[in-house]
């Protein structure tokens, strides 16, 4: 089981998830590019590069606009072979109109397809993109354990992040291949709609499956 996380981002998304992993067992380190971003985390923090060097699993926390800045500054080699949870959003610089964001991807190459073509030995997983950050660890719905839509080209990476899903409480729904991120990126918009219009924030999305 790896048992090293390297949480590169120092937003509500990096703190959020670096604590859940601190809370279950992991041996984590923040990654940042200000250091006094940082002030408030007790455990272990350092560079992107330097995060990225110390884990067996890499979480990607910043914006979707600075990710494959922050893949690089990570280097190539801190990364290679190594499971990346991608959290990030192609969300454009710009205003949501009536509810709804803008993207800077288009629906024929997702944010995560890139990453995953300029970090080719990277094990890229895409997951934790379709909910706030206050859901994000072992959340509580009356209806049960939310449902986290992932996808990646690494069977044995999605194993890993499907094991870290549970723990988290969530159920875990494999939609494929990196190509699968075209569709799950915009559940992000989805996801945001009420929170834009009515101020509300604190739902998931639930798979339902006949028996």
């Known amino acids: 089981m790896a048992t090293k996380v390297g949480v590169i981002g120092s937003g509500s998304v990096g703190k959020t998830l670096a604590a859940g992993f601190a809370k279950h067992g992991y041996d984590v380190m923040m990654g ?11 455990g272990k923090k350092g560079s992107f590069a330097e995060s990225a060097a110390f884990a067996d ?17 990570c280097g190539d080699g801190n ?17 949501p109109e009536k509810g709804v964001l803008k993207f800077f991807t288009t629906f024929d190459e997702s944010l995560m397809e890139r990453l ?5 030995a990277a094990r890229f ?30 069977g044995g990476a999605k194993a890993q992040v499907r094991e870290i899903l549970t723990k988290f409480g969530w159920e875990t729904e494999d939609m494929g291949g990196a190509e699968a991120a075209r569709a799950i990126e915009p559940l992000c918009m989805l996801w945001c709609i009420p929170g834009f219009l ?7 999305f639930k798979l339902l499956k006949k028996t």
């Open 32 to 42: 940042s590019r200000e250091a006094g971003k940082l002030a408030d985390w007790k």
């Open 198 to 204: 009515r101020n509300d924030w604190t739902h998931a």
């Open 79 to 95: 990364l290679r072979g190594k499971t990346v949870i991608d959290t990030t959003n192609p969300i454009a610089e710009a205003p």
């Open 57 to 73: 699993v890499v979480v990607f926390a910043v914006k979707g606009a600075s990710a494959e800045a922050a893949a690089a500054l």
């Open 116 to 120: 995953q073509k300029h970090f080719p």
């Open 125 to 154: 997983v895409k997951a934790f993109n379709s909910v706030g950050s206050a859901s994000m660890v072992n959340p509580e719905f009356k209806a049960g354990a939310p449902t986290m839509f992932i996808c990646g080209n690494d």
